[in-house]
């Protein structure tokens, strides 16, 4: 040990010979006695990829003195993770300082980890210089087998498909067209009644006769109905077979009208029979309106007068000629054919009315160019509804969700510019109508300062106007990331230029701008400003934009 008794007596024997030099020694004693020391050291010299190493500085200091450590990325080549805490222990009127730096590598080598100056009082004082082995993680290609990289390779996309919507749609399709076939287009099984009026007149009117005949009317004595039927059965019959106004005439018109049609050769029927028919008319007369009640045999007999005479009828009306045949079936056809129209007018009327109530009403509910755009279709509508991809874009990262991949674009640094920038990575989507657009970017630059952001912002603005771009408002808001990152957004609107027209259109305009030590992110949307859909996918990008500052 050092006595300092000893060298101050010795001081001053001397300094009787020599006052100068004497002072000059005791303020040297004197300033060794306070001055600061500085110690540094890892806890391990040898590493693997990524692994941490803790660099500790220790300075033993006075406790009025002031100390400032090394920050930043001082400790290049190595990358700091984290910077702890500096902690104090007092000893003997003295202060013991201890910092520590969390230390790590990514790529195997052997790095010297520099000097790291620490200020006391104003003056730097070195740590020593350490050389750090980082060694590579050893692959055991036994257990595990290598492979040749693979191509790259087309992935079909999963789109979105409304399948809800879809298969109401379909199930309301299916049951209009079942309803339409049951009871429009389905060939209905035919009724007694519907049988018995597509049957021939002639077969007809014999098959009512015969009902007639089972009948109960003349047991029950309603000789008024049994007659009423019996003369409608036989007018008919002669109004469809011989082509007479029977059912309207009265018994001597229509007896008139069946002698003039004899007489005229186009019936040839006798005439006892025409006698016989109007007298069994005449008696139906007086059953009807004088409430006369023959014998039941007369009644019966009166029946059976009617089929011979109707049997008669059928054989005295001259054959058709080809001409009335080929008339006939001209008419068959355009009955088929008016009938089948009448189908196709109610069906078209039909689904023309469900489709115009299923359309008021969506247009109640969902707004007329929600609907429209929903029919004819809308590029930002498609691109709203389509399914998103979460993908991370260029060095720093910029993490963002996105309707369509964005591409990288070429972007070549001018010489101008390789004294500032020194990467410079760019990725677009544009859309082949309208103004809408997204795009990233991110900058290194060559010396770690912080970017001008108003510069680069109003770079942006300046290449909008050079793109024929004009009335450009501009305001500006703090924006925060997803992960709780803060950057600059600029927004606002203008008159923009787009392919499919000549005239500028009114848009909108959004540039989100993050920056820190050597870097900078941009994020850059535009859209038309009455595109609603456009707006609705800008908010939905906006939210999903995360960033990586370090």
Request: aromatic residues 10%; proline residues 4%.
């Given at each position: 040990m050092i006595n300092f008794n000893y060298i101050l007596i010795s001081c001053f024997s001397f300094c009787k010979r020599n006052l100068l030099l004497c002072l000059l020694l005791a303020t040297t004693i004197g300033w060794s006695q306070s001055n600061p020391k500085v110690a540094s050291g890892v806890d391990i010299?040898?590493?693997?990829?990524?692994?941490?190493?803790?660099?500790?500085?220790?300075?033993?200091?006075?406790?009025?003195?002031?100390?400032?450590?090394?920050?930043?990325?001082?400790?290049?080549p190595l990358?700091?993770?984290?910077?702890?805490?500096?902690?104090?222990?007092?000893?003997?009127?003295?202060?013991?300082?201890?910092?520590?730096?969390?230390?790590?590598?990514?790529?195997s080598g052997t790095y010297t980890l520099p000097q790291q100056k620490v200020i006391i009082n104003q003056k730097i004082f070195s740590t020593d210089s350490v050389n750090i082995y980082v060694n590579t993680i050893p692959v055991d290609t036994i257990a595990q087998q290598l492979f040749d990289i693979k191509d790259i390779i087309n992935v079909e996309k999963k789109n979105s498909f409304p399948w809800f919507w879809t298969l109401v749609i379909i199930g309301s399709i299916l049951i209009l067209a079942g309803l339409l076939y049951f009871f429009i287009w389905r060939k209905k099984k035919l009724t007694e009644e519907e049988k018995v009026a597509l049957l021939p007149p002639y077969d007809r009117a014999m098959l009512e006769l015969k009902k007639l005949e089972n009948s109960k009317y003349l047991i029950q004595d309603e000789y008024k109905q049994y007659y009423s039927e019996l003369t409608a059965i036989v007018r008919s019959y002669l109004e469809e077979d011989v082509h007479i106004s029977a059912l309207e005439s009265t018994t001597d018109q229509l007896i008139e009208k069946l002698e003039m049609l004899k007489d005229a050769g186009n019936l040839k029927l006798d005439g006892d029979t025409i006698h016989q028919f109007k007298n069994i008319l005449q008696t139906s007369d007086l059953v009807k309106f004088a409430k006369s009640k023959p014998d039941t045999s007369v009644a019966e007999q009166d029946r059976k007068a009617i089929e011979n005479i109707v049997t008669k009828t059928k054989d005295a009306i001259p054959p058709p000629t080809e001409e009335e045949l080929l008339q006939r079936e001209e008419y068959l056809e355009e009955l088929e054919r008016k009938k089948h129209r009448n189908k196709i007018i109610i069906t078209v009327v039909i689904a023309a009315s469900v489709l115009i109530i299923s359309t008021v009403t969506a247009v109640?509910?969902?707004?007329?160019?929600?609907?429209?755009?929903?029919?004819?279709?809308?590029?930002?509508?498609?691109?709203?509804?389509?399914?998103?991809?979460?993908?991370?874009?260029?060095?720093?990262?910029?993490?963002?969700?996105?309707?369509?991949?964005?591409?990288?674009?070429?972007?070549?640094i001018t010489p101008e510019l390789k004294a500032d920038i020194k990467e410079?990575?760019?990725?677009?989507?544009?859309?082949?109508?309208?103004?809408?657009?997204?795009?990233?970017?991110?900058?290194?630059?060559?010396?770690?300062?912080?970017?001008?952001?108003?510069?680069?912002?109003?770079?942006?603005?300046?290449?909008?106007?050079?793109?024929?771009?004009?009335?450009?408002?501009?305001?500006?808001?703090?924006?925060?990331?997803?992960?709780?990152?803060?950057?600059?957004?600029?927004?606002?609107?203008?008159?923009?230029?787009?392919?499919?027209?000549?005239?500028?259109?009114?848009?909108?305009?959004a540039i989100v701008t993050f920056g820190g030590k050597g870097f900078q992110q941009q994020i850059i949307l535009t859209w038309l400003e009455e595109d609603m859909y456009a707006k609705e996918v800008v908010d939905r990008i906006l939210s999903t934009i995360d960033v990586k500052t370090e």
């Amino acid at each position: 040990m050092i006595n300092f008794n000893y060298i101050l007596i010795s001081c001053f024997s001397f300094c009787k010979r020599n006052l100068l030099l004497c002072l000059l020694l005791a303020t040297t004693i004197g300033w060794s006695q306070s001055n600061p020391k500085v110690a540094s050291g890892v806890d391990i010299k040898d590493i693997k990829i990524g692994e941490q190493i803790n660099f500790t500085v220790n300075v033993r200091i006075d406790s009025i003195d002031q100390v400032t450590f090394p920050e930043g990325q001082s400790f290049a080549p190595l990358e700091m993770v984290e910077s702890f805490a500096t902690d104090t222990i007092p000893e003997n009127g003295k202060l013991t300082l201890i910092k520590k730096y969390a230390l790590t590598q990514f790529d195997s080598g052997t790095y010297t980890l520099p000097q790291q100056k620490v200020i006391i009082n104003q003056k730097i004082f070195s740590t020593d210089s350490v050389n750090i082995y980082v060694n590579t993680i050893p692959v055991d290609t036994i257990a595990q087998q290598l492979f040749d990289i693979k191509d790259i390779i087309n992935v079909e996309k999963k789109n979105s498909f409304p399948w809800f919507w879809t298969l109401v749609i379909i199930g309301s399709i299916l049951i209009l067209a079942g309803l339409l076939y049951f009871f429009i287009w389905r060939k209905k099984k035919l009724t007694e009644e519907e049988k018995v009026a597509l049957l021939p007149p002639y077969d007809r009117a014999m098959l009512e006769l015969k009902k007639l005949e089972n009948s109960k009317y003349l047991i029950q004595d309603e000789y008024k109905q049994y007659y009423s039927e019996l003369t409608a059965i036989v007018r008919s019959y002669l109004e469809e077979d011989v082509h007479i106004s029977a059912l309207e005439s009265t018994t001597d018109q229509l007896i008139e009208k069946l002698e003039m049609l004899k007489d005229a050769g186009n019936l040839k029927l006798d005439g006892d029979t025409i006698h016989q028919f109007k007298n069994i008319l005449q008696t139906s007369d007086l059953v009807k309106f004088a409430k006369s009640k023959p014998d039941t045999s007369v009644a019966e007999q009166d029946r059976k007068a009617i089929e011979n005479i109707v049997t008669k009828t059928k054989d005295a009306i001259p054959p058709p000629t080809e001409e009335e045949l080929l008339q006939r079936e001209e008419y068959l056809e355009e009955l088929e054919r008016k009938k089948h129209r009448n189908k196709i007018i109610i069906t078209v009327v039909i689904a023309a009315s469900v489709l115009i109530i299923s359309t008021v009403t969506a247009v109640s509910y969902f707004g007329f160019s929600y609907v429209k755009d929903t029919i004819l279709g809308h590029p930002t509508k498609e691109l709203l509804e389509t399914e998103w991809i979460s993908s991370t874009y260029g060095y720093p990262p910029i993490t963002i969700e996105t309707p369509k991949v964005l591409i990288r674009q070429e972007f070549e640094i001018t010489p101008e510019l390789k004294a500032d920038i020194k990467e410079a990575q760019v990725f677009m989507y544009k859309s082949s109508i309208g103004l809408f657009s997204v795009g990233v970017s991110s900058i290194t630059l060559t010396k770690p300062v912080e970017p001008d952001t108003e510069l680069s912002i109003n770079a942006v603005l300046q290449q909008f106007e050079a793109q024929g771009a004009k009335n450009i408002i501009t305001k500006t808001e703090e924006f925060t990331t997803v992960g709780a990152v803060k950057g600059i957004k600029t927004y606002g609107t203008g008159k923009f230029s787009v392919s499919e027209s000549k005239d500028l259109v009114n848009g909108e305009y959004a540039i989100v701008t993050f920056g820190g030590k050597g870097f900078q992110q941009q994020i850059i949307l535009t859209w038309l400003e009455e595109d609603m859909y456009a707006k609705e996918v800008v908010d939905r990008i906006l939210s999903t934009i995360d960033v990586k500052t370090e």
